[in-house]
């Protein structure tokens, strides 16, 4: 029985991923268990070098710890040198191996969903590990302008220049100006209980004709980023998708075989 599990505070016990990778281990008849580990700030070190130390098969990251877990792994996916941040460990031969599939994941959903990104102008929330993913995704697939709204316009600048992006801080953003054709939000933020503030900005919005607006978060009963579209009389998909495809892509890394990405997205639209 081999043991996986997810790396995050304390949401990774408010994480889907045991439930999809449970089901589709049961599914595959692949012998494995797969748990949340909740994991202080502090105690990163250790926890990562107790991947090894347990015998722990491999481990998904999900924020905050996506960047600080880089130092403590052997080997890191050009996916990951190129985005800054990991989401997928693999254990093997007593090593450490970091890959990124959020950006992967989330071009799957571009493909599957016939999301046309190429020469289009995106709009971007956030500069957390996530947002890396993002833009990294949208570069590659074809986007001829990304803007990146954050709080802290240091930041803010200092990703842009990184990954070729416009900065922007998020109260100076104007759709009048930027004309997106795609929003995307990669701040861990999408509910008015996460921040009253953003919540306040993104409803006080002008309405813009906006044809996609993706939310990379899930499971919020209320959600700013849906309002959002719904105001825009756009198309509006939330992060279960992407998270579906990431787990697929984490699968294969970790077992060297392919599975089918409706399997993932099958147990995910029953919770």
């Given at each position: 029985m081999?043991?996986f599990?997810?790396?995050?505070?304390?949401?990774?016990f408010?994480?889907?991923?045991p439930?999809?990778?449970?089901?589709?281990?049961?599914?595959?008849?692949?012998e494995?268990?797969?748990?949340?580990?909740c994991?202080q700030?502090?105690?990163?070190?250790?926890?990562?070098?107790?991947?090894?130390?347990?015998?722990?098969?491999?481990?998904?990251?999900?924020?905050p710890?996506?960047?600080?877990?880089?130092p403590?792994?052997?080997?890191?996916?050009?996916?990951?040198?190129?985005?800054?941040?990991?989401?997928?460990?693999?254990?093997?031969?007593?090593?450490?191996?970091?890959?990124?599939?959020?950006?992967?994941?989330?071009m799957?959903v571009?493909?599957?969903?016939?999301i046309?990104i190429?020469?289009?102008?995106?709009?971007?929330?956030?500069?957390?590990?996530?947002?890396?993913?993002?833009?990294?995704?949208?570069?590659k697939?074809?986007a001829?302008?990304?803007?990146?709204?954050?709080?802290?316009?240091?930041?803010?600048?200092?990703?842009?220049d990184?990954m070729?992006a416009?900065?922007?801080?998020?109260?100076?953003?104007?759709?009048?100006?930027?004309k997106p054709?795609?929003?995307?939000?990669a701040?861990s933020?999408?509910?008015?209980?996460?921040?009253n503030?953003?919540?306040d900005?993104?409803?006080?919005?002008?309405?813009?004709?906006?044809?996609?607006?993706?939310?990379?978060?899930?499971?919020?009963?209320?959600?700013?980023?849906k309002?959002?579209?719904s105001?825009?009389?756009?198309?509006?998909?939330?992060g279960?998708?992407?998270?579906?495809?990431?787990?697929?892509?984490s699968?294969?890394?970790?077992?060297?075989?392919?599975?089918d990405?409706?399997?993932?997205?099958?147990?995910?639209?029953?919770?």
């Amino acid at each position: 029985m081999k043991v996986f599990g997810i790396i995050s505070d304390e949401r990774a016990f408010r994480s889907k991923s045991p439930v999809m990778h449970n089901y589709v281990f049961k599914k595959t008849a692949f012998e494995a268990v797969y748990v949340p580990f909740c994991v202080q700030e502090v105690h990163i070190e250790k926890a990562i070098n107790g991947i090894k130390a347990l015998q722990i098969h491999g481990v998904n990251v999900t924020v905050p710890y996506k960047q600080s877990v880089m130092p403590y792994l052997d080997s890191l996916s050009d996916e990951v040198l190129a985005i800054g941040a990991v989401n997928t460990i693999l254990s093997k031969d007593n090593k450490l191996y970091g890959y990124n599939t959020d950006a992967s994941g989330l071009m799957d959903v571009f493909q599957r969903d016939h999301i046309e990104i190429k020469n289009c102008v995106a709009l971007v929330f956030g500069t957390g590990g996530a947002s890396r993913a993002v833009l990294y995704a949208l570069f590659k697939s074809g986007a001829k302008a990304v803007y990146i709204a954050g709080r802290n316009i240091q930041k803010t600048k200092k990703l842009a220049d990184e990954m070729s992006a416009h900065a922007l801080l998020i109260n100076d953003v104007n759709f009048r100006d930027i004309k997106p054709d795609i929003i995307i939000n990669a701040t861990s933020v999408s509910s008015p209980d996460e921040s009253n503030e953003l919540a306040d900005f993104i409803d006080n919005m002008p309405v813009y004709n906006v044809s996609q607006v993706i939310d990379i978060n899930y499971g919020r009963q209320v959600n700013i980023w849906k309002n959002m579209a719904s105001r825009m009389n756009s198309q509006f998909m939330d992060g279960r998708s992407m998270l579906a495809s990431q787990a697929a892509r984490s699968y294969y890394i970790w077992t060297g075989n392919q599975v089918d990405v409706d399997l993932y997205m099958a147990r995910l639209l029953e919770n």
